[in-house]
């Protein structure tokens, strides 16, 4: 495999790309996913869009603002030309941005990739130590932050680094900077295989992996996941709770929309209960968020407020069988399981419609392959537990890190999802590789007993994890949160305990429950397993 010729100037992702001979076997089988050699991903988002539905569709809502195709053209532009102006951009340098979802955010995305540059989005939260991480791995030149979360960010002490604020009234401000350019910018003719984003992997213990995508890549989970499982429709307007520094929030509050010409409402921050009202009031007909926020609706008896919705896609976590069927049966639509990662940018395991079994995770989307195999690299056969391998038109490519060739086996991506395919090729999730629970020899699927917990009518959220054992190794133990009113004693203990005992193997049941008023889960809603093990070890 050759690369196309760079229009990068600086180098620096280009040279920390892992050898070719590390690299998955990439898949380019379905005709959409045949791009030309030049590509600038967000030309063809935006520009392109602009060109075939016109400057005054709408683009980007929020609670407080509306933007157009146009003016997202624009302000995308100006930006691009503050970069490469003010700020001597080329391309190929890394531009951090810092920022909750708003259009602001959005428009500084787009604008790097027009200008030629590397985004590396990151998560408004983070602190400053963590910061200063990803600056050491990634190397920017350029933030742009939101003026509202700029304290961490200066606090990290990013040498060499230009900080610019927007959304603020400054006369140093990047909005105050844009009112000085006309707005006419050509997107720089970058390669396909340019890389265009950073990502970092979320959820991991130790240093962050950041896995490298390409401007193909970007169009490549359009063209499969988002195109034959979403279907989104032009008039289609998206929502959802994952921030833009999470691929599953790039691509289905950002990617997706803009590839069909359909518009998306940016919420900043918002509770279940908000979101099941923002739905209602703005029209969402396409909805991208995790499991807990599905079940929290419901708890909270506001399905009627999702009436609008047309597609409703749940990641981030394994679906409960019991979640989707309680979801069907209070709205009429049928979730969307899928699976995805960091790594391969987006969902390549789903299902929609009438192709959905309840409690799999799906089939290979179009222009994916996926296989169950053992610790040597070997097929398993249907019905047996193993690791999930897949290879598609995008996979791993880590900047600059030996765990490359962990992650990518003979050609494969090696999730570390441990899951079971059926005789009819659904793949139904068992476990994180790491999250199986080995007690007294019997290998147990924390997940597998989750799922029996959240069907208990007195359970509003659980999970389980491993926790040490002197005489057994490990037993299963559950974090439980209640629903109101339900008393958190030994009764209840012995209900729930009772409760799997009657669904699956006896020996499976949790025989330590402690019940908390939450669990812990990162911005976009995934449950921290690594906090909840770190609970385990240190409890009495």
């Known amino acids: 495999m050759e690369l196309s010729p760079s229009a990068h100037v600086d180098t620096f992702c280009r040279d920390r790309l892992p050898p070719i001979e590390q690299w998955p076997e990439f898949l380019f089988e379905l005709p959409e996913l045949i791009y030309p050699d030049r590509l600038n991903c967000a030309r063809v988002l935006l520009d392109d869009s602009v060109e075939r539905w016109g400057a005054d569709r709408r683009c980007l809502l929020t609670p407080t603002e509306r933007w157009t195709y146009g003016e997202l053209q624009q302000r995308v532009n100006r930006i691009a030309q503050v970069l490469t102006g003010d700020l001597g951009l080329v391309p190929g340098n890394r531009v951090l941005l810092r920022g909750p979802n708003n259009p602001w955010l959005v428009a500084c995305w787009l604008a790097v990739l027009k200008a030629g540059g590397v985004v590396v989005t990151t998560m408004p939260l983070l602190r400053a130590s963590e910061l200063s991480e990803l600056q050491e791995i990634s190397a920017p030149v350029v933030a742009l932050c939101d003026h509202r979360f700029l304290d961490e960010l200066t606090g990290a002490r990013m040498v060499g680094v230009r900080i610019i604020a927007y959304g603020g009234t400054g006369s140093d401000d990047l909005a105050a900077r844009c009112e000085?350019?006309?707005?006419?910018?050509?997107?720089?003719?970058t390669a396909a295989d340019d890389v265009a984003l950073i990502a970092f992997t979320s959820g991991t213990t130790g240093r962050p992996k950041a896995t490298l995508h390409f401007h193909r890549d970007v169009l490549a989970n359009a063209d499969t996941f988002s195109r034959h499982i979403v279907r989104p429709e032009p008039d289609d307007l998206f929502a959802g709770t994952p921030p833009l520094a999470f691929t599953f929030g790039l691509g289905g509050l950002v990617v997706f929309p803009l590839r069909v010409g359909a518009s998306s409402l940016l919420l900043e921050q918002v509770t279940p209960e908000q979101l099941a009202a923002a739905v209602a009031e703005y029209g969402v007909t396409v909805l991208f968020t995790a499991p807990t926020a599905y079940r929290a609706i419901l708890a909270a008896g506001l399905a009627p407020r999702l009436a609008g919705l047309r597609r409703c896609v749940s990641a981030g976590e394994s679906l409960p069988a019991a979640v989707w069927t309680a979801f069907r049966d209070a709205t009429g639509l049928r979730l969307i399981d899928g699976i995805g990662g960091t790594e391969m940018l987006h969902v390549f395991i789903s299902a929609a419609d009438g192709d959905i079994r309840p409690g799999a995770t799906g089939r290979p989307?179009?222009?994916?392959?996926?296989?169950?195999?053992?610790?040597?690299?070997?097929?398993?056969?249907?019905?047996?537990?193993?690791?999930?391998a897949v290879k598609g038109p995008t996979g791993c490519r880590y900047l600059d890190d030996d765990r490359q060739a962990s992650y990518v086996r003979g050609g494969w991506n090696v999730t570390g999802d441990t899951f079971v395919r059926d005789q009819d090729g659904y793949f139904w999730y068992q476990a994180r590789s790491d999250d199986m629970i080995v007690s007294s020899g019997y290998n147990i699927a924390g997940p597998e007993v989750e799922q029996v917990l959240i069907a208990h009518p007195d359970v509003l959220d659980c999970a389980v994890v491993g926790a040490p054992d002197e005489r057994r190794g490990m037993i299963v133990k559950a974090y439980v949160v209640l629903r109101e009113g339900v008393p958190g004693g030994d009764e209840t203990v012995k209900s729930l305990q009772q409760y799997v005992k009657q669904a699956i193997a006896p020996y499976k049941y949790p025989r330590a429950v402690e019940f908390v008023p939450s669990l812990p889960r990162n911005a976009s809603g995934k449950l921290q397993r690594v906090e909840l093990r770190r609970w385990a070890r240190t409890s009495g």
């Open 180 to 189: 000085g350019k006309d707005g006419r910018f050509t997107a720089v003719d």
């Open 365 to 388: 989307v179009p222009g994916y392959r996926a296989t169950v195999i053992d610790e040597s690299g070997d097929p398993v056969p249907d019905g047996t537990p193993g690791l999930l």
